[in-house]
């Protein structure tokens, strides 16, 4: 041993772990400022340090994606999948660059393979989400029964919001109804509303709430909701929805002429800070029939994004939602959210929204 090696003072695997974690934080933060060549040299460093891990490869591939790379990023996927098949970012990020290669058979094999997994770790909006890219890449009797199979799994689950979403998404592509939002509607449309009401949130992930133009009067209603025998947390499950009579209202005396939007106003955040489904959700829906029946269609948008956070089932609610993007001349939003209701209500077998439904696209068409 020479004398220079004696000085050297041995590198702990917890120093080694620190100079790996090190290398790949500094190439995060490379690719995230777009020097890509950077990015890569510092997860070339981490997989040095830790030739055992798939994270550094999988990165690598992430960056050159994001670089319209997606050739190079296959390569360091399939490296990191040969170290850690079950690496999920690497299967992703493996079924990504196929698709943009137009490698369409095997793209769709890998988001099968993805789904497998996640489905299998109880992940089942991650699942739904994979199989449906999969079929969208590639057509196939399977491949569309085990979507089928997987959409009745997280229906019974009974999802949350991004549970939701990948639903509505993979029916559109199951039906082959999927429509692009309308380009007349601006980028800025996708902001937060400017003034909520107290003490509930919009989903982020729910339709634009503005749009260019002058806002356009709300179409009317004929939908009629049943009168309400006592106030309640939610919808009884197995229940018929309520349908409200909504927009411009049919049911004379619903939104009586003097109504005030001070009163709904304060009605409606008396509701949501008492946090009762129920009654948040009517207030808020009467709120948003008043500003719509004045035409602030903007503000009734409002009103109806925050009652979601309370009863993102309510079919009463995506009606209201269907009828304001219409009158805001989203006409492809409001068919897309109409065909989605058409088809979870059949599916539940639930007549009485079926109805609903018809009567309300009946109104807009």
């Known amino acids: 041993m020479s004398g220079a090696d004696e000085g050297k003072t041995p590198v702990t695997s917890e120093e080694l772990y620190e100079q790996y974690k090190d290398a790949l934080k500094r190439g995060h933060v490379a690719s995230l400022r777009g020097h890509i060549e950077?990015?890569?040299?510092?997860?070339?460093?981490?997989?040095?340090?830790?030739?055992?891990?798939?994270?550094?490869?999988?990165?690598?591939g992430t960056a050159l994606l994001r670089r319209k790379r997606p050739l190079d990023a296959l390569r360091h996927y399939e490296v990191a999948l040969a170290m850690s098949p079950r690496d999920e970012a690497a299967l992703l990020g493996r079924a990504q660059a196929l698709g943009a290669l137009e490698r369409r058979g095997e793209a769709a094999d890998a988001y099968d393979a993805l789904a497998d997994m996640q489905a299998n770790a109880g992940r089942l909006a991650d699942a739904v989400d994979a199989a449906r890219r999969g079929l969208e890449m590639a057509e196939g009797r399977e491949r569309r029964r085990t979507l089928e199979r997987l959409i009745a799994k997280l229906r019974a689950s009974e999802p949350g919001e991004p549970g939701r979403l990948a639903l509505e998404r993979a029916l559109q592509v199951l039906d082959g109804s999927a429509v692009p939002a309308p380009k007349?509607?601006?980028?800025?449309?996708?902001?937060?509303?400017?003034?909520?009401?107290?003490?509930?949130?919009?989903?982020?992930?729910?339709?634009?709430?503005?749009?260019?133009?002058?806002?356009a009067?709300?179409?009317?209603?004929?939908?009629?909701?049943?009168?309400k025998g006592s106030e309640s947390s939610g919808r009884t499950p197995g229940a018929a929805p309520e349908i409200r009579p909504w927009a411009m209202p049919a049911v004379p005396g619903a939104i009586p002429a003097g109504a005030t939007v001070a009163a709904y106003l304060a009605r409606a955040e008396a509701a949501v800070e008492a946090?009762?489904?129920g009654p948040a959700v009517d207030a808020l829906l009467d709120l948003s029939a008043l500003h719509a029946r004045d035409g602030r269609i903007e503000a009734a948008l409002d009103?109806?994004?925050?009652?979601?956070?309370?009863?993102?089932?309510?079919v009463a609610l995506h009606l209201a939602l269907a009828q304001l993007y219409a009158g805001r001349g989203w006409t492809p939003l409001a068919d897309e959210k109409l065909r989605l209701l058409e088809r979870l209500a059949q599916l539940d077998g639930d007549r009485v929204a079926i109805a609903a439904i018809a009567g309300v696209r009946a109104d807009l068409d």
């Open 38 to 60: 950077e990015a890569l040299l510092c997860y070339a460093d981490a997989a040095r340090i830790a030739p055992e891990r798939s994270t550094p490869h999988a990165s690598a």
């Open 184 to 215: 007349a509607v601006p980028a800025e449309a996708l902001a937060a509303p400017s003034a909520p009401v107290a003490g509930a949130s919009r989903p982020a992930a729910q339709a634009p709430t503005s749009g260019s133009g002058s806002p």
């Open 303 to 314: 009103a109806c994004y925050s009652a979601l956070s309370f009863d993102p089932d309510s």
């Open 217 to 227: 009067p709300a179409s009317a209603s004929t939908a009629a909701r049943p009168e």
């Open 275 to 277: 946090g009762i489904a």
